[in-house]
């Protein structure tokens, strides 16, 4: 068993009192970031990454804090979705269900209870799945060409849309735009400026890291001044809890189910969180005997999807590890700090970077036990914290936003930058551009650009190149089905979403 | 005609993606360089990919979301010149100070009663400066509180 050899690895890494204390840290405050309403989990992890790089933390700390505020956020979500009916994020609008009508009953610390056990063994599951299934992926990528890769980032721009995308032009447009903005600056191979103007600060091209605070923070209060939601303002009593060790017991089968599904939609590309806690949710309530005191506070109804988000965002690491595509929002801004340390991700990483991969993946078990202990206790603490209002939160996260990039560069031109990324974030989301296909092409515009001309290079300037192999030909024809899916199945599954979900508030994405 | 954001996204993207690609076709060819694949061609790919997805978009707009207007645009405005005058001033007046104004007036034009705002704002302030400067060792800018 190799795979356990580094693993312990890894728990060797993880273990130190440094690591250990950021896994902590970033545990906390990404279930913050998950409970309050406006934060997304992308916005959250995007906001931290100036922070995590001025502070020149190791790259296996950055990434330990980063990946248990992601794993923190995924926890976070419920809270809201229960106490206010509002989602703190997208893959928690099923929590809503039974979670709300629970906790009008007065079982709202047993909503909470139970959603942080479901939770706890939802991740642990996914991250069982993770290390299962990531070196075997790892290990097959290895035999990927030029102009494979080339076809897999074509494939991860299909599906970024996911199976519920709305519009396909938009995702292809908004891809585009990222690419094109990846572009900018000295070209690596022959050193040709393109795009930059004779503007020294363009040479070294656009920074990502400030395009995506820009993109996400920025915007967000932009919305936020336009829509003016008005913050939760009544008070929230949550009782005393009242679970027996045989109830959560009673819960597990459901949480292995909704679990397992929900990693293998967030294995997938283009499925995602939000459809991982969709699926466990309504085959839970096919699953069960009686499913009458579904949508009125069962507490099945409450787990099932919450094991369904934990394990998806566990799988949605292993194409960001393995391949170095991210299917999600949140992944794509991890992705974002790995580039951003030097660490090229995708199946040498495994190898080149064995201590970074195994030490992420033992924090993520750590992480889930320290959630599960933060979680119970603490809750008072971050039900107090939801009543923080908005007008009052934006505005500092905003601060946070221009203290981190400012830490990064000592730049005003670059704080001036943030601002028009954010302006021009607003005025994509005002016309349904989605904003994660832009930050997508960002990040993987150079790494294509290599593959493209390796491929050429190869194959001396033949283009067939890219449809030779029949692994190509299949990835390719992935592609084009992440594209047409969609347009033919992609309405009838919304409309079911949205009908399941009348109070869904719809938030960047998970 | 009513106007319609996407056709006047995808004409503006239209004119860019032409002008993207011009650009790329008036490098000049690397020096000894006979490679299939110059600086020029991966942008070329992409000028033609976002001139054909833009056309898309013009011919299948999807119906405008509304637009804010009046006294909403105007306090978009507000922020916007909020956030621009607090990444300038920064560095002249300060972290402090300057976060001071920015958080304060951002929270009072979005709906906080201005004393609490103002309380927050200086927390906020001098509590991050303290933060960084003092146990995290990134530096901030002091600005004008530097001479006293």
Redesign the interface.
């Known amino acids: 068993m190799e795979t356990l050899g580094f693993l312990m690895d890894g728990f060797a890494v993880a273990l130190t009192p440094t690591n250990l204390m950021y896994a902590l840290i970033g545990a906390f405050v990404g279930t913050l970031i998950g409970a309050l309403p406006g934060l997304g989990p992308a916005n959250g992890v995007a906001i931290l990454i100036p922070l995590a790089f001025s502070l020149a933390l190791p790259v296996e700390t950055a990434l330990i804090l980063l990946t248990s505020v992601y794993a923190g956020a995924m926890y976070g979500g419920r809270i809201s979705s229960i106490l206010l009916n509002i989602p703190g994020d997208e893959p928690a609008m099923m929590t809503c269900l039974d979670g709300y009508p629970m906790a009008q009953q007065g079982k709202a610390a047993e909503a909470l209870a139970i959603s942080a056990f479901a939770s706890f063994m939802g991740g642990l599951l996914g991250t069982i799945g993770l290390i299962f299934l990531a070196p075997i992926l790892a290990r097959f990528a290895l035999t990927f060409g030029p102009a494979e890769y080339f076809a897999l980032f074509i494939l991860a721009f299909a599906t970024l849309g996911g199976i519920t995308g709305k519009n396909t032009t938009k995702t292809i447009i908004a891809a585009l735009i990222g690419l094109m903005i990846s572009t900018v600056g000295m070209d690596i191979a022959t050193g040709t400026q393109r795009y930059t103007f004779n503007q020294l600060k363009l040479f070294e091209g656009i920074d990502f890291i400030l395009a995506i605070v820009g993109l996400f923070a920025i915007s967000e209060l932009l919305l936020f001044i336009e829509h003016r939601v008005k913050g939760p303002q009544k008070s929230i009593v949550v009782g005393k809890l009242n679970l027996t060790f045989k109830q959560l017991v009673a819960l597990i089968p459901t949480t292995l189910r909704g679990g397992t599904l929900g990693f293998i939609a967030g294995v997938l590309p283009g499925a995602g969180a939000s459809l991982g806690s969709f699926i466990s949710y309504t085959l839970e309530k096919k699953a069960v005997s009686d499913d009458s005191q579904f949508g009125h506070g069962d507490a099945r109804g409450v787990a099932a999807p919450e094991a369904g988000n934990n394990g998806a965002s566990s799988g949605a690491l292993v194409p960001m590890l393995t391949l170095g595509v991210p299917g999600s929002g949140t992944t794509a801004v991890l992705l974002a700090m790995l580039i951003s340390l030097n660490i090229t991700p995708g199946p040498l990483m495994f190898t080149q970077h064995a201590d970074v991969v195994w030490g992420v993946i033992a924090a993520l078990l750590i992480g889930n036990f320290l959630l599960l202990i933060l979680n119970i206790p603490m809750i008072g603490i971050f039900v107090k914290l939801l009543s923080v209002p908005t007008h009052y939160l934006l505005p500092i996260v905003t601060m946070v936003a221009f203290v981190g990039i400012y830490s990064i560069s000592h730049s005003a031109f670059d704080l001036k930058f943030m601002v028009v990324f954010g302006i021009a974030g607003y005025l994509l989301r005002k016309l349904d551009i989605p904003l994660v296909p832009i930050i997508l092409g960002m990040l993987l515009g150079p790494e294509m650009e290599k593959n493209l001309s390796h491929a050429m290079v190869i194959s001396d300037g033949n283009w067939m190149i890219f449809w030779q192999s029949p692994l190509a030909i299949s990835i390719w024809s992935l592609a084009a089905a992440g594209l047409i899916l969609p347009m033919i199945f992609g309405r009838r599954i919304r409309s079911k979403m949205q009908k399941a979900n009348t109070t869904g508030e719809k938030l960047i994405t998970d | 005609m009513k106007l319609n ?2 056709r006047l ?1 995808g004409l503006f ?1 239209f004119v860019l993606a032409l002008a ?1 690609g011009w ?2 076709r008036q ?2 060819e ?1 020096f000894g ?1 006979h ?5 020029d ?3 070329v790919i ?1 000028a033609i ?2 001139a054909i ?2 056309l ?2 013009m011919l ?1 707009p ?1 119906p405008n ?1 509304e ?2 207007t009046g006294t ?1 645009l105007l ?2 405005g507000y ?2 010149i909020a ?2 005058a ?3 001033l ?2 002249p007046l300060g ?1 402090i100070i300057s ?1 001071f104004f ?2 304060a007036f ?2 009072w ?4 009663s201005p004393k609490p ?1 103002a309380a ?2 200086l927390g ?1 302030g001098v509590g ?1 400066f303290l933060l ?1 400067n003092n146990l ?1 060792d ?1 530096p ?1 800018p002091l600005g004008l509180l530097e001479i006293s």
Do not use: H, Q
């Open positions: 954001g996407d996204l993207l993207y650009g790329a490098w000049p690397p360089s490679e299939a694949v110059g600086p061609t991966f942008p992409l990919a976002m997805a833009s898309a978009l299948k999807e979301n637009w804010p909403t306090e978009i922020a916007v956030l621009f607090y990444a300038m920064m560095e972290f976060t920015a958080v951002l929270a034009r979005m709906g906080a705002a927050i704002a906020c991050v960084f995290l990134l901030l």
